[in-house]
């Protein structure tokens, strides 16, 4: 347990210097588009451009460990010498990037909520679908952020094990992977086997449908959509895999 939580605290030295610069830049956006609301009289707008700034952080997992791992591929000797496994070893990456991640994103929801209470407009916003927006956003964004984290991780081991081999070559074949797998997901995904492995399981899911804003009326519409519960379960067990994968190719196959 020491070591899990020494590994935690070296990953966020690593990658402290851009949860701080994002969180600052949040601050800085917030306060900024705040003013300019009070000034231009745009109701809600520091609330708006908060939703913005947190649909944006679903690239923000993927740039945090791209930045992690390139600063260990530095000097990966170093890193593939510790005792931990890779499981271990990438595992506290994606939680420390997950926890950056939150702690950016509750900074933008305690600050939209904090203008949203300082709001004067006479425009009442519908308070009882709020809810319901945040959590399809979070929801959205996570699932995203992870998605592409996972993937990402998986591209840069597979990156060092081919550089072994191939030298320069090497980016370019992980480029063409990305390519590859791209095409096959969406022409799998189109088949009868991928509509019969992945569409199962519709449940009528709420979710925001649109957003209008004018001067005299602020609404976030809703309705309920058919959601396949199947495809979340195949991604999910797809992502596993994949980094189970990771972790065997930074074990067994990166070399220094």
């Known amino acids: 347990m020491m070591n899990w939580s020494g590994l935690l605290r070296k990953e966020f030295r690593v990658t402290r210097t851009l949860l701080l610069g994002v969180m600052a830049f949040d601050l800085l956006v917030m306060v900024g588009f705040f003013l300019a609301s009070a000034r231009w009289e745009f109701p809600y707008l520091t609330t708006i451009i908060g939703g913005v700034l947190a649909v944006m952080h679903v690239f923000f997992l993927p740039l945090y460990l791209l930045i992690s791992l390139n600063s260990e591929g530095r000097k990966l000797h170093l890193w593939l010498h510790n005792p931990q496994s890779g499981a271990r070893l990438l595992g506290a990456k994606l939680l420390n990037g997950l926890l950056a ?7 933008i929801g305690v600050l939209a909520l904090l203008a949203y209470s300082l709001e004067t407009s006479e425009i009442v916003f519908p308070f009882d679908n709020l809810g319901l927006l945040v959590l399809y956003i979070f929801s959205i964004i996570l699932a995203g952020a992870i998605s592409m984290g996972v993937w990402l991780t998986f591209y840069w081991t597979f990156y060092q094990v081919l550089k072994t081999y191939f030298r320069r070559w090497a980016l370019l074949l992980v480029l063409m992977l990305i390519g590859l797998v791209s095409w096959f997901g969406g022409w799998f995904s189109g088949t009868r086997l991928g509509e019969f492995v ?4 519709y449940v ?3 979710s925001p449908l649109s957003m209008e804003v004018n001067q ?3 609404e976030v519409s809703t309705s309920t959509v058919p959601f396949p519960i199947g495809s979340v379960i195949i991604d999910a067990i797809i992502l596993v895999v994949i980094f189970f994968i990771t972790c ?3 074990d067994r196959k990166v070399e220094v």
């Open 204 to 206: 009528q899911f709420p």
């Open 248 to 250: 065997w190719l930074l």
């Open 216 to 218: 005299e009326v602020f």
């Open 198 to 201: 992945m569409d199962w399981g």
């Open 101 to 107: 991640l939150l702690l950016s994103l509750g900074l």
